[in-house]
Nanobody, 126 residues
Framework: QVQLAESGGGLVQAGGSLRLFCATS????????LGWFRQPPGKERDLIAA????????VYADSVKGRFIISRETTKNTLYLQMNNLKPEDTAVYYC???????????????????WGQGTQVTVSS
């Protein structure tokens, strides 16, 4: 069983930075690709970044490329999302997730992820 818990959200002005944390637990958690998703009010939950179980491969949504960085530290069982140059359109609930299958690639689709955290709110003011 894999468990995930996000933290680090909050209110920030446009142009500012935030770092999100996802504490992971479970004996096999380091075998899974992990991802960060976000869901603005009234919209669907979309992938913004994902990382392979090795930590060597990453995928990003076009909207965050060059501004956000995903990383993982397996020795600390933690997934990170460094968010820079934040924009009001980045406002959303942010979720971390673990893929459905061990050793698999970092998929872009939410239904390919089996385990989810409870989410953390990020609000960017203009």
């Amino acid at each position: 069983q894999v468990q995930l818990a996000e933290s680090g959200g909050g209110l920030v002005q446009a142009g500012g930075s935030l770092r999100l944390f996802c504490a992971t637990s479970g004996r096999t958690v380091n075998r899974y690709a992990l991802g960060w998703f976000r869901q603005p009010p009234g919209k669907e939950r979309d992938l913004i970044a994902a990382i392979t179980w090795t930590g060597s491969g990453r995928v990003y949504a076009d909207s965050v490329k060059g501004r956000f960085i995903i990383s993982r530290e397996t020795t600390k069982n933690t997934l990170y999302l460094q968010m820079n140059n934040l924009k009001p359109e980045d406002t959303a609930v942010y979720y971390c997730a673990a893929a459905s299958t061990e050793w698999g690639p970092p998929d872009r689709l939410a239904h390919e992820y089996r385990y989810w955290g409870q989410g953390t709110q990020v609000t960017v003011s203009s």
